[in-house]
């Protein structure tokens, strides 16, 4: 049974940055899209980025400047790093594994259990 | 960027109601709209894709229509536990977006 198991630092300190790396057990690396979603408390879902196994990666825009998500095919294991954090990246963070249906779309179809990353002086 | 709309943004129904949520998006994402069902204390989980082919799994009961800009998540007779928080999510465009939620409540 495919699993994601995610893990990183949970409290940071203004202008620090975020670090949290997403582990694929039991299934394929290939041919996936593999994304960060975030949900600041009391909010809804905001996507942060995806990278496929081969191609550069896709972020949202509003975050682009402060964020780098990379792979490490070697280890099955994809990582989101955010930089100078404030009080409003604070937020559950989940990684989840994008599937492509026909070539066209694609879903969320498995998800890790997330990160609570906490961001205060 | 391509925008979603969810609305309501939260709704009570009775054991057995017909529940409808609405998502629209920006500009045209074609059928490429998939429903998440969000329960406290765990992560999201895919409901429908492409607008409404139901996940191997989800209870019949729960089903979805439209194309173009207009969607509609259906509970056909709303049961207990589907009390959760419900996002509409587009993947027409190479970045994603998820409406704002829908909460339902039981009254």
């Known amino acids: 049974q495919v699993q994601l198991q995610q893990w990183g630092a949970g409290l940071l300190k203004p202008s620090e940055t975020l670090s949290l790396t997403c582990a694929v057990y039991?299934?394929?690396?290939?041919?996936?899209?593999w994304t960060w979603i975030r949900q600041p408390p009391g909010k809804g879902l905001e996507w942060i980025g995806e990278?496929?196994?081969?191609?550069?990666?896709n972020y949202n825009s509003t975050l682009k400047s402060r964020v780098t998500i990379s792979i490490d095919t070697s280890k099955n294991q994809f990582s989101l790093k955010v930089t100078s954090v404030t009080a409003a990246d604070t937020a559950l963070y989940y990684c989840?594994?994008?599937?492509?249906?026909?070539?066209?779309?694609?879903?969320?179809?498995?998800w890790g259990r997330g990160n609570l990353v906490s961001v205060s002086s | 960027d391509i925008q979603m709309t969810q609305s309501p943004s939260s709704l009570s129904a009775s054991i057995g109601d017909r529940v409808t949520i609405t998502c629209r998006a920006s500009?045209?994402?074609?059928?490429?709209l998939n429903w998440y069902q969000h329960k406290p204390g765990k992560p999201p989980k895919l409901l429908i894709h492409?607008?409404?082919t139901l996940l191997n799994g989800v209870p019949s009961r729960f089903s979805g229509s439209g194309s173009g800009t207009d969607f509609t998540l259906t509970i056909s007779s709303l049961q207990p536990e589907d009390l959760a928080t419900y996002y509409c999510?587009?993947?027409?465009?190479?970045?994603?977006?998820f409406g704002g939620g829908t909460k339902v409540e039981i009254k």
């Open positions: 989840a594994r994008g599937e492509t249906w026909d070539g066209t779309y694609y879903y969320l179809d498995l």
């Open positions: 039991g299934g394929s690396f290939r041919g996936y899209y």
């Open positions: 990278i496929a196994h081969s191609g550069s990666p």
């Open positions: 500009q045209s994402i074609r059928n490429y």
């Open positions: 492409g607008a409404s």
């Open positions: 999510q587009q993947s027409y465009s190479t970045r994603l977006a």
